[in-house]
């Protein structure tokens, strides 16, 4: 389905949040430049949002208004529709299937929606020849979904994993410079914008989950499982514990990994102890990074800002230019019919190392019990820490284990917890040297 | 010119050595991944290269051998000629120019012909609507060309520079990491395989000047402009200017650096102080990175393998991919009538800190000589540190400067070399802190 040269492509856009007004300034900015790179003009026509009289910093003036963005999305005289609602349902999810429906292109940078539906509006798409395109749902300005899909498309790809996440980076560094708790730098966070109101989707990983599910399906030609994804945030890390990573030669990243082996895939986003040294380490702040492997190309890094108004209106461009241009690729790399259902790995079955944080009673005999517990479980211990001496009041204690199962590691957390000596619950964090 | 859907895409390829045999594997070892992708089958026809007899560890025998790589070019039976000889002009060039001239697409590895001739070789391929990919000759695997092109083709990139040699890289790693001299990890390197028998292009800074002439065309719509690059190498770099560096917070990489600004395009490949917790100062051995400045996207960093059959292939099929699917860009991110000519800025006019290390004769009045030169072109010394005392003997003086220009730094050194108690010529380094 390629569209006739020289005819500008038309856009309409669904949602003007810091996005969509990003969106249209970009276009205003580049219009030649867009031209000489798609052949063709990049124009919009219509726009859709709550509310018509927010002032958004750009000039609506020129473009159809429309309070109903399904109808849009079915009628409006576009080529395009991009999707800029969000969430995993409702309106986004009629806004997108009515324009694939009506053989109308989609652009989305909605990771909700693709991290349920993926498989589905990939299917729908192909039913009318539309393109749907969602470079701007993973790592913000960063080409990962074109890398996946079309630079790295030789190769099989046997892990993917990164920083997806850059407000819990964010957290996470500022905790480690300044020695803050999770609450205060979470709090600054939101004034400065980088975390919103409600943190959640952000600081329980959800949003690094959504993520990760793409990728997945990017990487491993499957089709898109997000509740497949092993899930753990950011809340429970305390500033002890970038203290005890800084003395073990760690540093704490929020990391979304996807594998793929003989046995099947496995997705999980959980804080992860990383060697200080490794390149993920080196990536701060809200930057986010991606890096894949591949079995021609070897290790790939990509990495560049996460969200924001103007990255993610670069990556929604590029995918505008792709449909204006005639470029097409199948939408999760392969054609939908193709893409596999994996077998979904357990978390029980994940195999590595540990870092374990107790708070315990000082006294004797109590290191004894733990690693009582460890010897029942086979579980073998690398290092121990105790912070501090304080008979008969609680002090620190820091864990690391050789390699083991998750399956074993939970039984030793179990154990542990269940001990009269131990006033709370451990705090666990994998560890991770690849 | 898309091809018609279903039957494989043909390739003939033209040379024989690691990357031909790597894409030959790749093809044997991923075709039903291959063809998912592309919606069509990969298939080798044709070969040629100069001895037919050499055990490549890939089996030709299903493929029709040409002694004469031209007349395959033009006469195979093919869709896509792929480049692998490798050279600037000579059979390499007459190649590729009569595989477009017969209409047919070409996939090169090749950065010295593109750097040299890559503006007339687009021009060509238009004129018969082939395609020419070459996501190859640069940066190996990564695929930097596609991002470029297509993946942050809505932003103007005001700057791009990176890591483009891993033979340079590996060896200022290696002299940092042992303290061993620049003659003295060469051998190693030649011995590992990591440098050819003759390194000039590599050590000298050519290669990765190819390259930054590549990227610098793709990145700001300019006709590619090898003659423009300023181009230094690493051969003058000492165990103790790395020892320097350390003690001043900085790591030295050869680094390709190209600006666009009003005034012109500046393209430089030299060693470079870069602070030790840059991105860019992460990268050690063989691994190259490319970073880029985007006015919507911000700083996108893509780094993987540079060099090897491997990588070199994982690029090579992506271009074939991208023919195979019919997904077209123009082949430097715009046509080639729309590459404008840019004035290229020399290198006199760059603007910069410097570092300097002189070998002087211990005796009073030398220091005050030297900062006299300094203050008479109005250059601002940032700091001096003289290594040792030992009067009447030659001892090691290491200065660095605050911004200033590389005509006013060229005047300094001129005098400094002039001085009596100065007795070899000053080494020096530009400081890059962006």
């Given at each position: 389905?390629?569209?006739?040269?020289?005819?500008?492509?038309?856009?309409?856009?669904?949602?003007?949040?810091?996005?969509?007004?990003?969106?249209?300034?970009?276009?205003?900015?580049?219009?030649?430049?867009?031209?000489?790179?798609?052949?063709?003009?990049?124009?919009?026509?219509?726009?859709?949002?709550?509310?018509?009289?927010?002032?958004?910093?750009?000039?609506?003036?020129?473009?159809?208004?429309?309070?109903?963005?399904?109808?849009?999305?079915?009628?409006?005289?576009?080529?395009?529709?991009?999707?800029?609602?969000?969430?995993?349902?409702?309106?986004?999810?009629?806004?997108?299937?009515?324009?694939?429906?009506?053989?109308?292109?989609?652009?989305?940078?909605?990771?909700?929606?693709?991290?349920?539906?993926?498989?589905?509006?990939?299917?729908?798409?192909?039913?009318?020849?539309?393109?749907?395109?969602?470079?701007?749902?993973?790592?913000?300005?960063?080409?990962?979904?074109?890398?996946?899909?079309?630079?790295?498309?030789?190769?099989?790809?046997?892990?993917?994993?990164?920083?997806?996440?850059?407000?819990?980076?964010?957290?996470?560094?500022?905790?480690?410079?300044?020695?803050?708790?999770?609450?205060?730098?979470?709090?600054?966070?939101?004034?400065?914008?980088?975390?919103?109101?409600?943190?959640?989707?952000?600081?329980?990983?959800?949003?690094?989950?959504?993520?990760?599910?793409?990728?997945?399906?990017?990487?491993?030609?499957?089709?898109?499982?997000?509740?497949?994804?092993?899930?753990?945030?950011?809340?429970?890390?305390?500033?002890?514990?970038?203290?005890?990573?800084?003395?073990?030669?760690?540093?704490?990243?929020?990391?979304?990994?996807?594998?793929?082996?003989?046995?099947?895939?496995?997705?999980?986003?959980?804080?992860?102890?990383?060697?200080?040294?490794?390149?993920?380490?080196?990536?701060?702040?809200?930057?986010?990074?991606?890096?894949?492997?591949?079995?021609?190309?070897?290790?790939?890094?990509?990495?560049g800002a996460g969200a924001g108004g103007g990255p993610t209106a670069s990556a929604v461009i590029a995918d505008v230019l792709d449909v204006a241009a005639g470029r097409r690729a199948p939408i999760f790399g392969v054609p939908a019919d193709a893409l596999a259902t994996?077998?979904?790995?357990?978390?029980?079955?994940?195999?590595?190392?540990?870092?374990?944080?107790?708070?315990?009673i000082d006294r004797p005999g109590v290191i004894a019990d733990v690693t009582a517990v460890l010897r029942d479980q086979a579980v073998s211990m690398e290092s121990i820490i105790q912070r501090g001496r304080?008979?008969?009041?609680?002090?620190?204690?820091?864990?690391?284990?050789?390699?083991?199962?998750?399956?074993?590691?939970?039984?030793?957390?179990?154990?542990?917890?269940?001990?009269?000596?131990?006033?709370?619950?451990?705090?666990?964090?994998?560890?991770?040297?690849?």
């Amino acid at each position: 389905m390629m569209m006739a040269n020289g005819e500008a492509v038309k856009l309409a856009i669904a949602g003007l949040g810091t996005v969509g007004a990003g969106v249209i300034a970009l276009i205003e900015a580049q219009g030649a430049l867009l031209t000489d790179r798609a052949g063709r003009g990049v124009q919009v026509t219509a726009v859709s949002a709550r509310d018509r009289a927010r002032d958004r910093g750009v000039d609506l003036s020129s473009f159809e208004w429309w309070d109903d963005p399904v109808a849009m999305a079915r009628e409006a005289d576009c080529d395009v529709v991009v999707e800029l609602i969000g969430g995993s349902d409702g309106v986004a999810k009629a806004v997108c299937e009515a324009a694939l429906d009506a053989g109308r292109h989609v652009v989305s940078a909605n990771k909700a929606l693709i991290a349920h539906h993926g498989t589905a509006l990939a299917e729908r798409a192909e039913r009318t020849g539309a393109a749907f395109g969602f470079e701007a749902a993973v790592a913000g300005g960063v080409p990962i979904v074109k890398a996946l899909r079309e630079g790295l498309a030789g190769n099989r790809i046997s892990r993917v994993h990164g920083i997806l996440n850059g407000t819990c980076n964010y957290i996470l560094t500022e905790m480690r410079e300044t020695g803050r708790p999770f609450e205060d730098v979470l709090a600054d966070a939101q004034a400065l914008g980088y975390a919103e109101a409600d943190p959640s989707f952000d600081v329980d990983g959800v949003d690094a989950a959504h993520k990760l599910a793409i990728l997945s399906s990017l990487a491993f030609g499957v089709a898109v499982d997000f509740a497949g994804v092993h899930v753990e945030g950011i809340r429970r890390i305390a500033p002890l514990d970038l203290e005890f990573a800084r003395e073990l030669g760690f540093k704490i990243k929020l990391l979304g990994i996807a594998e793929k082996t003989a046995e099947g895939v496995s997705q999980r986003v959980h804080p992860t102890m990383v060697p200080v040294d490794a390149p993920i380490a080196a990536i701060e702040g809200v930057t986010n990074a991606v890096e894949t492997e591949g079995d021609f190309v070897g290790s790939v890094v990509l990495q560049g800002a996460g969200a924001g108004g103007g990255p993610t209106a670069s990556a929604v461009i590029a995918d505008v230019l792709d449909v204006a241009a005639g470029r097409r690729a199948p939408i999760f790399g392969v054609p939908a019919d193709a893409l596999a259902t994996a077998q979904s790995l357990p978390m029980s079955v994940h195999e590595g190392a540990y870092y374990v944080r107790l708070r315990v009673i000082d006294r004797p005999g109590v290191i004894a019990d733990v690693t009582a517990v460890l010897r029942d479980q086979a579980v073998s211990m690398e290092s121990i820490i105790q912070r501090g001496r304080d008979p008969e009041e609680p002090v620190d204690v820091v864990m690391t284990t050789h390699d083991t199962t998750e399956a074993a590691m939970q039984q030793v957390l179990a154990g542990i917890d269940a001990l009269d000596a131990v006033v709370e619950p451990p705090t666990v964090i994998r560890i991770d040297r690849t």
